[in-house]
């Protein structure tokens, strides 16, 4: 039987160009708590980050875990409050965020990642003053039934800095970082933070070149209810409207909202990808067509598009 190779080749020769502009840049990846339950989707992707740490990519890996902290708060008679996709944590919260987030997963990720020969190390925003935070006071946020309505988090902390240093020792030393999304401050107090802002912080400190978050949605939908209605690519003014419209709610507002501060931040290209799918890491960053939604400030949408921006 003869085995045709010829789709193979032509596969790798077609990814190789996208593989000498990466090679030594920064991506920051960002896993939904959905792919970390599931064992198939969770090997699928750490298979994905270890092929791409050994084409030379420097990466860190941030991890949610909000399914998970949610099960453990049923499972202590605790039921969990979530506004605008944002959790509310108060002081039992906390210490389920704590255990989930620095814990069961922080280490099962690396388990995953050590399955694939990738010598990973767990940390959280609290590690080496990593993510510095002060805890967010009440806000007055757009519910997801458009009802307006002030809020206090309880001990969910908003970002005041980031020093990359650690991140950078280990990146240099060819580890991938995996990071919890916890941050303290000086007194010593530690917050939630939002994994989607963390990763996002990541990525401007480090001026990566890509920002991808791993969802369990095909990406940017203009309808929720209709899989076919994916936006494959936008700018922030694009994403303003369809947040104006109510089409984006839930944990999808605030990834898109990080990736527009990340896009106009400094970062390239910043995607959202549905991780459950086979391969689809390596068809968003090494083919032209992508697996999601590519989002880039205008200035990288010229540069894509090949428009001169004084026309």
Do not use: W
Request: hydrophobic fraction near 45%; charge should be negative.
């Amino acid at each position: 039987m003869t085995i045709d190779t010829s789709r193979g080749i032509a596969g790798l020769k077609g990814a190789l160009r996208y593989v000498r502009a990466y090679r030594d840049h920064v991506f920051v990846v960002k896993l939904g708590g959905e792919i970390l339950k599931e064992p198939s989707a969770l090997d699928g992707v750490t298979a994905q980050v270890s092929l791409l740490h050994s084409l030379g990519i420097r990466l860190v890996v941030v991890h949610g875990g909000g399914p998970q902290a949610s099960a453990l708060s049923r499972r202590l008679g605790l039921e969990p409050e979530m506004v605008a996709g944002r959790r509310v944590t108060n002081d039992a919260a906390l210490e389920v965020a704590t255990m989930t987030y620095a814990g069961t997963l922080n280490v099962a990720l690396l388990a995953a990642l050590r399955h694939h020969q990738v010598q990973a190390v767990g940390l959280s925003g609290v590690d080496a003053e990593l993510i510095t935070a002060r805890r967010r006071p009440p806000v007055t946020v757009v519910d997801d039934a458009g009802v307006s309505r002030t809020v206090d988090y309880g001990h969910v902390g908003d970002i005041v800095r980031v020093d990359p240093r650690v991140l950078t020792t280990l990146l240099d030393a060819r580890f991938v970082p995996v990071v919890a999304s916890l941050a303290g401050d000086e007194q010593g107090a530690v917050y939630n933070v939002n994994a989607d802002t963390v990763a996002e912080s990541l990525a401007i400190a480090l001026r990566a070149q890509k920002l991808i978050y791993l969802t369990s949605v095909p990406g940017v939908l203009r309808d929720r209810e209709d899989p076919t209605s994916l936006v494959t690519f936008a700018d922030p003014d694009d994403l303003a409207q369809l947040m104006a419209s109510g089409a984006l709610s839930g944990g999808m507002r605030p990834k898109v909202e990080a990736c527009i501060r990340a896009a106009t931040g400094g970062v390239e290209r910043t995607h959202i990808v549905d991780g459950l799918t086979p391969d689809s890491l390596l068809l968003e960053v090494f083919t032209g067509t992508g697996h999601g939604t590519m989002i880039v400030g205008r200035k990288e949408k010229a540069t894509y598009l090949g428009v001169d921006l004084a026309d």
